[in-house]
């Protein structure tokens, strides 16, 4: 006889009538299980501590380029010291020459600590997506580990400036050149066709970027299948992340205060739902049907035989002097009896 305990919740029976949030609340489970929020927070912290090296870079290359052109350094000095009034603008031109003197110590510096911060980056990208699929980890030494995750970090950074630059020829001056050569400048709805196209090829870009991380940087193979699905949803969700920060940095950028603290919030907030949102879909990603069926099952743990002995002593000294006690009674008593029988 089944009781109400027996019976399966309301949350059980929609899972049971909806594979598509069935499979929602395997992802979830999968993503809390493995401590999703937790690997987010250490990429974020990575592609912040990142951003300082990255920064430095950019500077000395900078510098590289104004110690060859002597013109156009003159004239950005000429501009600053036009706009910034008082001495903050010679103290600005000091600090350009002191930023083009010290050029290659700052780029070297600059380099080292984008590949410090640029691996541990990777690191925890990579142990964060084969945490999600749950895939067996083999050791692999440590130099062997950082070889590896300088080869994805490269992989990775070749498939954004691909991704990049497909966004980019097909917006922008490039595509309205197209349309001025072939003559297009006339047609009705060029302009929003152009927008379209544009939409559609950064997330076609974004799409194969997220499918190569979510398959492919994991340190352990998985299925490629389940992450071209869960690739689209993420970049999907990307798309509308980047509309919803652009609105953002435009509301906050208002005021003197938004400018100053509003771009670093806005940033932090945007690598930390993103991550979150990779690593989710991940988790969507191996918890398909044909994921699970192929996953790695662990071997049962080994059978422990413990032979149990019991010993079974005789009678202490106690109980021999019982006995004995007991006998003497018996004797006596048997003794009597007998004596009464003779009489």
């Not at 510096?109 to 749950?134: F, I, Q």
């Not at 194969?208 to 979510?214: D, E, G, H, R």
């Amino acid at each position: 006889m089944s009781t109400v305990a027996d019976e399966p919740s309301f949350l059980d029976r929609q899972r049971a009538a909806r594979p598509w949030f069935d499979h929602l609340m395997r992802a979830g489970q999968r993503y809390q299980q493995q401590k999703g929020d937790y690997y987010a927070a250490g990429i974020t912290y990575f592609s912040v501590l990142a951003l300082i090296p990255i920064l430095m870079v950019a500077f000395a290359i900078a510098g590289f380029v104004l110690a060859g052109q002597p013109e156009l350094l003159q004239e950005l000095q000429d501009s600053i010291t036009k706009n910034v009034p008082g001495s903050l603008g010679d103290t600005l031109n000091t600090v350009i020459d002191s930023a083009i003197a010290s050029r290659a110590s700052v780029g070297v510096l600059g380099l080292l600590g984008a590949a410090y911060a640029g691996l541990g980056w990777m690191a925890n990208l990579r142990d964060a997506l084969t945490a999600m699929w749950e895939s067996q980890r083999e050791s692999k030494g440590f130099v062997r580990t950082k070889l590896g995750d300088a080869a994805a970090l490269l992989g990775l950074g070749l498939a954004m400036v691909v991704s990049l630059g497909s966004s980019a020829l097909s917006s922008g001056p490039v595509a309205r050149t197209v349309v001025e050569v072939l003559n297009l400048d006339d047609v009705p709805g060029i302009d929003a066709g152009l927008r379209a196209l544009s939409t559609v090829v950064s997330l076609v870009a974004t799409w194969a970027v997220f499918a190569w991380v979510i398959a492919r940087l994991p340190r352990e193979p998985v299925t490629f299948r389940s992450a071209l699905k869960a690739a689209l949803l993420a970049a999907v969700v990307f798309e509308i992340f980047k509309q919803v920060g652009a609105i953002y940095l435009s509301a906050v950028t208002a005021g003197p205060a938004g400018v100053a603290f509003g771009p670093i919030i806005g940033l932090l907030v945007f690598i930390y739902l993103t991550c979150r949102m990779l690593l989710f879909s991940t988790a969507w990603a191996a918890t398909t049907r044909a994921s699970l069926a192929l996953a790695y099952v662990p071997p049962p743990d080994p059978a422990v035989i413990n032979p149990r002995i019991e010993v079974h002593e005789g009678p202490g000294v106690r109980g021999g002097l019982a006995l004995v006690g007991v006998g003497a009674v018996a004797a006596l008593g048997l003794s009597g009896l007998f004596t009464r029988n003779k009489r």
